[in-house]
């Protein structure tokens, strides 16, 4: 039985085999395959991508014109976004105690001196209360010292009567001033202090402020926790103005000043570009990586740009001279490399594409010199020129062109 369904499977092959070498011959088929896909004689620049509408919706194909302008010559270096260094704040508990409320969201926006929670705290209530107690008898104090004093000047008491008055006066003073001490050591303020000298409770409940104007960025705090003094329960960050921060080498940061006009882009926003200035360049040399901080101040009124963020920033380290003659230029992801060829896609009608090699000149981060190959007007693949390189590359390895 198994011999059976051997031979069986033997001659299904050998079948299959034959019709598909039948009606002619197999090697001339496949010359005249090969014929239509890669012509014999063609050259690089005569072959054509094609992508079917579906490949090219999925391609999000763009095109540019090659225009004639002045070409700026930029600085690039790798960068970091962050919060400004008065733009970010940690609200710490300030005093021992629990945490008893939460009074604000994750992302939410905050003015400053708006009460982000409001902790209990048994050290803070008797800090309070004695600082009433001893105010309270600093106060009668004083009452007692200036009436001895008046007494004493119309001859009715002793100057020994007010010497003592005198004396505990200054003597309550001293535990008055030490309470308030010790509250500005719990974390309150002069004005906090000076709004118990008319509260007459002893209230353990302290207000957690913000700040800062911005935005609840992190909340690492939880109703109920215990907490100290320096427990750190929420961060306060202005994202409307932000840094971002370069490390430029030791052998180019003379060309870097400040003011000068820096664009950058975001990986996790591509095809946007943001604009900046150059506000700082450091004094000092990092002495393992010999590159010199750059920081830039940037305008984020929307949002859009996350401290922590990796960038890449382009500096105007070179305008360009108006008077000189205009350059061809094209976006620098236009320009594809192909071995030892630069070339650039044209379209040559749906959903085809021409490369043509290109020899480039200048550049910049976002923008490169064409010396040769197209002339001014043409339109050539901007978005999407990558994936055509790939799909010409797959044809010279004989996977086909057509997708």
């Not at 008491?157 to 001293?174: H, K, L, N, Y």
């Not at 109703?223 to 030791?250: I, K, R």
């Not at 990796?310 to 205009?326: K, L, N, Y």
């Amino acid at each position: 039985m198994k011999a059976r369904t051997l031979l069986g499977v033997l001659l299904v092959w050998l079948g299959a085999g034959c019709s598909k070498s039948s009606g002619g011959h197999p090697h001339e088929e496949d010359a005249a395959h090969a014929g239509e896909e890669h012509p014999a004689g063609e050259e690089h620049g005569e072959q054509v991508v094609r992508l079917t509408p579906e490949a090219m919706r999925s391609a999000r194909i763009q095109t540019r014109e090659v225009q004639s302008k002045s070409l700026s010559v930029g600085l690039t270096a790798p960068a970091r976004v962050s919060f400004t260094q008065r733009g970010v704040a940690q609200v710490a508990a300030r005093v021992p105690g629990r945490l008893s409320s939460i009074d604000v969201n994750l992302g939410q926006r905050v003015k400053k001196g708006q009460v982000l929670a409001y902790l209990e705290s048994p050290e803070l209530g008797r800090a309070r209360a004695d600082y009433l107690s001893a105010a309270t008898k600093a106060r009668v104090a004083e009452d007692n010292y200036r009436r001895e004093k008046e007494l004493l000047d119309k001859g009715i008491t002793s100057e020994r009567e007010m010497r003592e008055a005198e004396s505990t006066f200054v003597t309550a003073q001293a535990e008055r001033n030490a309470v308030d001490g010790r509250l500005h050591a719990l974390g309150l303020s002069d004005a906090e202090i000076a709004a118990l000298r008319g509260n007459e409770h002893y209230s353990t409940r302290l207000p957690a402020l913000s700040p800062l104007d911005g935005t609840v960025v992190e909340i690492t705090g939880t109703v109920g926790q215990a907490v100290e003094a320096t427990t750190t329960l929420f961060t306060v960050g202005d994202l409307s103005t932000l840094w971002v921060l370069l490390d430029v080498t030791e052998v180019r940061v003379s060309e870097v000043k400040t003011g000068q006009r820096v664009d950058i882009t975001v990986a996790a926003l591509p095809g946007r570009r943001f604009q900046g200035k150059v506000e700082y360049v450091g004094d000092i040399i990092h002495e393992k990586t010999r590159t010199v901080p750059v920081r830039v101040g940037v305008d984020n009124q929307d949002g859009a740009l996350k401290p922590g963020m990796f960038a890449q920033a382009e500096i105007a380290t070179d305008p360009g001279d108006p008077a000189a003659p205009p350059r061809l230029v094209v976006p620098r992801e236009a320009v594809q490399k192909l071995g030892a060829r630069q070339v650039v896609f044209v379209p040559e009608g749906p959903g085809a594409f021409k490369p043509v090699e290109v020899r480039t000149g200048l550049g910049s981060g976002t923008e490169v010199e064409l010396v040769s190959g197209v002339d001014p007007g043409t339109s050539v693949v901007t978005q999407g020129a990558f994936i055509l390189k790939s799909e010409l590359s797959r044809e010279s390895m004989g996977e086909g062109h057509s997708h």
